[in-house]
């Protein structure tokens, strides 16, 4: 590819290294492979307490300053003592010369035959390189415990000094997003800011005449406008800062103004609706008028039409994601298209969660040369095994088989018909949050 030094290349430069790039018949491969080398992470930087890092990027490599833990130290409470002071068979007494406590060692010496009461937590006393748990010894007397060596073996129940993070490794990665474990990874290294890169802001607004807002009355052939609900919902959960613009009528002058207000003021642009084949509206003239902008018919159901690239206004540029106005479609383009470029451009390196192989539990009609997202339910079956059924009706106006999912099911551009039994491929909408 030949572009100039320094200078990203065009969305026309990128599809014309495509042999076989067909905008009207475009596999959802290749759609996501143009996408993904056309948009650029944002790499803006702001540093900030550790608890408001939750859902972020990381923007740089967390380097261990100190050994977590600082000392060896007991995983149990019970007695410490030196492994190698147990006889070979059968049992041995210990004298207890003393406690150690979490937070306040034992600072005497440990000779042979002499052991420490010991806490979870506690550092490990000078000489000890075992702890037997409470449980598993018998106590002689208030100054002696009787110590079997069938019970335990050398080195047992001590954690050992820099075990879970040691100084100078790489405690965290540039382009982590910050979960639950990573903000307490961080204090326990004493952190307490990070420099993270500044949210996106994605500005977003639904197009056609016939939508209505909630508070309005609905009118003869009216919808009320839910692409906005599930967008908010879905850039909420990419931690995106949003700019709602509402409904745009099919209005030449009004959509320019929305594209530039967007354009203006963030970083991407999400819109609904207007972008089909013959659509009686100006939405996809505007987006021509204002940019870089490549109109798809894509090979997938529900979703096809879809519109990316980038537009300009004064100075100002963001990236464009027109998807299509079906409901169910813009969570499906959504999920499968902007989603990976949004995460990309926030500076992400996170992979993308595995699909699963689990059993259809009835018949499903597929023809090859489309990629089809069904909304699945996976449960268990009585024996244990994993099974996905299709949530009724897939119209892609049926937001309803969205919201009873629990997973989508990828049946892939190549794959036939599905019959009962057969793998196929799930997308769990919900992990662990
Ligand atoms: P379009 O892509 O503009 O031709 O719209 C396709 C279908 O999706 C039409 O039935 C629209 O009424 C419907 N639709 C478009 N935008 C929305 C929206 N924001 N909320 C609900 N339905 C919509
Ligand atoms: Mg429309």
């Known amino acids: 590819m030949t572009h100039a030094i320094n200078q990203p290349p065009s969305l026309q430069q990128i599809v014309s290294c495509l042999s076989d790039y067909d905008p009207a018949a475009l596999p959802v491969a290749?759609?996501?492979?143009?996408?993904?080398?056309?948009?650029?992470?944002?790499?803006?930087?702001?540093?900030?307490?550790?608890?408001?890092?939750?859902?972020?990027?990381?923007?740089?490599?967390?380097?261990?300053?100190?050994?977590?833990?600082?000392?060896?130290?007991s995983a149990m409470d019970g007695y410490a003592f030196k492994g190698s002071d147990l006889s070979e068979h059968g049992d041995n007494v210990f004298r207890i010369i003393g406690t150690a406590y979490a937070g306040k060692a034992f600072s005497g010496m440990v000779q042979a035959g002499e052991c420490v009461k010991i806490m979870t937590g506690a550092v490990m006393p000078t000489g000890c390189d075992t702890v037997i748990p409470q449980e598993l010894v018998s106590s002689i007397n208030d100054l002696q415990v009787n110590i079997s060596s069938t019970k335990i073996r050398t080195g047992e129940n001590r954690r050992l000094k820099g075990e879970d993070l040691a100084i100078g490794i790489q405690a965290l990665c540039k382009g982590k997003i910050l979960r639950p474990a990573d903000l307490g990874l961080l204090a326990s290294l004493g952190v307490a800011e990070v420099p993270v890169q500044r949210k996106l802001r994605v500005a977003f607004f639904s197009t056609g005449d016939e939508l209505r807002s909630l508070g309005e009355s609905l009118d003869e052939g009216c919808v009320y406008d839910s692409n906005r609900y599930t967008l908010y919902g879905m850039l909420s959960r990419l931690g995106c800062e949003m700019i709602d613009m509402g409904v745009i009528k099919d209005d030449p002058d009004a959509l320019e103004a929305a594209f530039r207000t967007a354009c203006e003021n963030a970083d991407a642009i999400i819109t609904s609706g207007g972008v089909s084949v013959g659509a009686a509206d100006y939405t996809k003239q505007i987006m021509a008028k204002l940019g870089d902008v490549a109109f798809w018919t894509i090979g997938m159901r529900p979703g096809r039409p879809m519109a990316f690239g980038k537009i300009h206004s004064h100075g100002h540029s963001a990236y464009l994601f027109g998807l299509p106005g079906n409901p169910v479609a813009v969570m499906v383009t959504f999920y499968f298209f902007a989603r990976q470029a949004l995460l990309h451009m926030m500076g992400s390196t996170q992979q993308d969660f595995p699909l699963i192989p689990v059993t259809a539990k009835h018949p499903i009609r597929k023809r090859p040369g489309r990629t089809e997202y069904q909304r699945g339910i996976l449960s268990r079956n009585a024996t244990g095994e994993l099974e996905v059924?299709?949530?009724?009706?897939?119209?892609?106006?049926?937001?309803?088989?969205?919201?009873?999912?629990?997973?989508?099911?990828?049946?892939?551009?190549?794959?036939n018909q599905v019959a009962t039994g057969d793998k196929v491929d799930v997308l769990l909408f919900e992990g662990l949050l």
């Open 30 to 73: 290749q759609a996501q492979n143009i996408i993904q080398q056309f948009v650029h992470p944002l790499d803006c930087v702001e540093r900030i307490a550790i608890r408001q890092t939750l859902g972020r990027v990381l923007a740089e490599d967390i380097i261990s300053t100190i050994n977590v833990p600082a000392h060896d130290n």
């Open 389 to 415: 059924s299709v949530t009724g009706s897939q119209g892609s106006g049926i937001l309803r088989s969205m919201s009873e999912a629990n997973c989508m099911i990828v049946l892939h551009h190549d794959q």
